[in-house]
């Protein structure tokens, strides 16, 4: 048995250290290989690397190929029985890993297994939702879910029902880390190249689950999850590729052919896409001249 573990990353050179160090010692006693493919990176990333991570395969891309891409990357040079995608912004608890592992070990239908995710205070981090549907999207866009929390049909999407504390199937767990088996990736495919970021593991998780596998959600794995800190650096970029990425997912699984429904769903994403881009820099600039005013 052998994992092969994959970390894509951009920007975010303290915190993969961090990761690469946490990961390091919860796989001394796994036959395992380690890849960090580096998106491009600005900062000292690849350097840092180079220096404190020799062990680890190092793939420096010379622009950013998007999540999807720098993953199959890696997935083209893994040897491993099982593969894990972790985030850069990750810190694994000992015996995360031998957790999953086992528990793939012990369930030959489970496809995916995924952790429970912590966010950076020790609190659990939601990290299951359901598929994006039309009706359930809808509910999101329209702010039902907020309003009416505990509706078990407004309240579906994000599973407020679901405490993540207890074993169980699910839909799609966060892409923060996931391990799969190889034979589920040679069997649907690799990550879909056409989403950038965002999206791409909610595709991988549907195809799966089409294929017949189980998704598992393990809540005796703990591994923290400094939320969204490569996405928060081009926030409005990020606003148009999970539009885009939640568009691509319709069409490619929901739409069939229709596309007028297509194109009206489209419309519909891009315009909410630049309200909330709008609203982003408003809070901004209001935030930046509220801190300017205190400072004078």
Partial sequence: MR???????????????????????DLEAIESEV???????????????RKNHSWVTL?????????????NQALKLAKGDYILLLNPDTEVHPGAISCLLSFLEKNPRAGIVAPQLLNSDGSIQRSCR???TFAAMLYELLGLSKL????????SYKMLDFDHTELRQVDQPEGACLM???????????????????????????????AGWEIWFEP?????????????????????????????FW????????????AFVYAGLMALAYLRILSHTLRSVTQKQSLSTKIS
């Fill in 251 to 262: 069409s490619k699984h929901y739409a069939k052919g229709r596309w007028y429904l297509g």
């Fill in 35 to 49: 890849f960090v493919v580096d998106n491009a990176s600005a900062d000292d990333s690849v350097e840092m690397v």
């Fill in 59 to 71: 793939i420096a891309n010379q622009e950013n190929l998007g999540f999807a891409k720098a993953n």
């Fill in 180 to 210: 799969l088996r190889r034979s589920v990736i040679e069997q649907v495919g690799t990550l879909d190249e056409g989403f950038f970021m965002l999206f791409e593991e909610v595709d991988w998780c549907y195809r799966i689950k089409e």
């Fill in 220 to 248: 005796q794995a703990h591994v923290v999850h400094h939320y969204g800190q490569s996405i928060k650096q081009v926030k409005a970029r990020m606003i148009l590729s999970s539009h885009r990425g939640l568009y691509r």
């Fill in 148 to 155: 009416f929390p505990d509706n078990p049909r407004f309240g």
């Fill in 3 to 25: 994992l092969s573990v994959i970390v894509v990353s951009w920007n975010v050179s303290k915190l993969l250290n961090v990761s690469l160090e946490t990961l390091k010692r």
């Fill in 130 to 132: 359901a598929f994006p």
